[in-house]
């Protein structure tokens, strides 16, 4: 339908370009037809830019990215560029879309609202609850201090066009502590966690600011000795639950109640729970008809309980339905009592994790999700006559659900709902809140993304749509490197098979034919590198022999029919880079010797014999590893873990003059290691590594660097993680590695920067 809707649209301006006589024109005039042309060609192609003239093609907004259920396990190492094609390749499960730690998604079938209609909210880099604001928008309380892009810490609210609304604003929050819990009421919005401090003003787990402004209310002044989990809101006040033994100073723990203007103890409610804590409430009614408030947790009264309920005045009711261990979220609906935990049993029936009781009398009813083991639930929620459910688990009636699924309470069918999160829920996380219309869900969580699909290692994106190609690739083992040469992507790594055939660590893909080339080379250990020349295939790595012959790390094949030489450089250990330049071979690495000949780290042998060409030099070397290498304007450069060049300082980043060695300063240097270098064609590029400073400066893991002018750019963005590899397309590069944020936004592994009007 909606390519359809775009062909009619596209109809209709080609008309009105083409089928009425030429007339004078301004199309960034808003009253000019031209203009009105304009803005539809942009809308069509996603353009972003500032000009009022349509641009054509840009990288997508909402570009996917790689993702892991642990985001420390994410390693991207190969990244090539081909015909509006990221090819990826590293460590990592999914890709999904980057929408950091809440997603807004629609209550169908969980997949995101269009990003056109509502982008994503960034937030870095967890979300705890999210509540709506009557108007299609949502509060989301946190540990975050961006969103967006922009600096907003701990609490925020979204409008309904999903835009953060830039009134509202509680400075400094919770100072990064947790928020459990928000409640909106009239022109108050209460927030529970496990704070001391709120925007710098001394607030024990409890405050309420001005739903409008975010000010501070400071008449609201109740105040707990330790963390509030809950809220349910009553109609002549706010209950709350917690670990707290004191309220305002009088008594009162876990469970109690206070006023909405001022946050005073309402002290005819009572529950005298004396040990433990609470951590989910529900208001509801009892088999009279009569409202009481059902409480899970692991607390004591007389004896220890983990699901009861008491009357308006703290009476603890006959309702006990006996969990065998800690109740976390609880929710009332239609006369039956939902509980989520960590029990295996209700009462005398086996139940784990998840039941449904009897609002009269505690019997376990008969709904049963038959979680496993390794399951729990963290949060639920009721709209529409409809139970979402969030925790941790894989499946769900036998379906795949991974970690939020839905279901029709009275009819215990699932439905259609699978949001597809890429990491569990657990308790606090996870308070989802529904649009006032019932269309959207707001899930705030410890997440990077949604809606993901599996991709294991290996993959591709398109650089149009900003999501995942149908190239669904097998290989068995870690991919460590990648080089395109034309439409052929050589691929280096530790895996056996690729693609169901025989590739031991080294195998090329055509891109164009879909299929693998004849070569097959195998090698008894990883690939570290690749690179090609008009004739040959040069791969380097860990290995010592290849297709069973003597190759000490370093290797060549004939493009044509990878059949192996006599040529053989002999390099004593690992070889990590690798540069084809004229006549030579320029290699890096952890090596002392070439062919047996001194050649320390950094050297380069003869393209036609193998022998050792004692070049840069016979007798300079760096100190420690070369990871990278580049060439512009006949100076060599090279990055790593070395401090010196000989005797000459330089620090893991260094510039050879290859007309006569001599030594260049780079006017840079790092505090840790440098692992990739790119250049684009206009003579800039970027410089990637694990550092965390340049030149003293804070600069974490990439900055960009004039190669040609040896100068540091004007510009240089701010990135979280280490940087593996560079790929240069034109004048965008694409950098790649365990990125976790750029510009303050998340990024799942890799992100590109254009470097055409930057200096």
Known sequence: MIIYFQTLVLFFVFCLVSCKPGELSNPCDPDSKSYLTGTILRFLVKDSSPSCLPGFPKVPLDLWGVHDANPSNVEILGLAVHDNKVYLGGTFSYFGPNTGAAAILNTTNGQLVPYESCPYLEILSRATVAIPDGENGFYVGGIFTYAKGQNRQSLIHIKSDCQIDTNFNVGTGSNSVLINDLALVGEKLYIAGNFTVWNGVAKNYLAAVNRITGELDLNWTASTNGPVYTFAEDTDGLFLAGAFSNLNGGGFGRLAKVTYDTGATITSFNAGITAGDVRGI???????????????????????????????????????????????????????????????????????????????????????LSLDASSTISHMAIQDGKLYVLGSFSTIFGQERRNAFSIDPLTGVLTDWNP???????????????????????????????????????????????????????????????????????????????????????????????????????????????????????????????????????ARYPKLDGTLNSWNPNVSDLVKTI?????????????????????????AVSIDSGSNLNYPSATIFPNSDVNSLGVVNNLLFFGGTFTNYGVTPSSRFGAIDMSNGTYLSPNLSFDSNVNALGVCENGKGGIGGSFTSVNGTNQQGFVLYDFSKREILSFNPYSMGTIYTIFPNQNKLFFAGSLSEYQRRPKGGYSFVDLENIN
Do not use: C
């Open 579 to 603: 540069l084809p330049l004229g006549d030579k071979l320029i290699i890096g690495g952890s090596f002392n010797d070439i062919g047996g000949f001194t050649a320390q780290r950094l050297g």
């Open 420 to 554: 597809r999160f890429i990491s569990v829920f657990s308790f606090p996380y996870g308070r989802m809140a529904f649009s006032n219309d019932g269309s959207r869900v707001l899930v705030p969580g410890d997440f990077t993304s949604v809606n993901v699909v599996n991709r294991n290692g290996f993959g591709s994106i398109d650089l149009v749509t900003g999501k995942p190609t149908d190239f669904v690739p097998s290989v068995n083992g870690g991919i460590a490197s990648f080089h395109l040469d034309g439409d052929v992507l050589y691929v280096g790594g530790n895996f056996t098979q690729a693609f169901g055939e025989s590739r031991v660590r080294f195998f090329a893909y055509n891109l164009k034919t879909n299929r693998l080339e004849g070569m097959s080379p195998s090698f008894d250990g990883v690939v570290e590198t690749i690179k090609t020349d008009g004739s040959f295939v040069y791969a380097g790595g860990q290995f010592t022999t290849a297709n069973g012959q003597i190759r000490n790390r370093i």
């Open 282 to 368: 529900s208001l509801g009614v009892n088999g009279l008809g009569n409202k009481v408030i059902f409480a899970g947790g692991n607390f004591t009264i007389a004896s220890n309980f983990t699901a009861r309920a008491f009357d308006m005045n703290g009476n603890v009711t006959s309702w006990n339905p006996n969990p065998n261990s800690t109740v976390e979220i609880v929710v009332y609906y239609q006369n039956k009592v939902y509980l989520g935990g960590f029990f295996t049993t209700i009462g005398s029936s086996s139940r784990n994790y998840f039941a449904v009781v009897d609002n009269a009398n505690g019997i376990v009813s008969s709904e049963n």
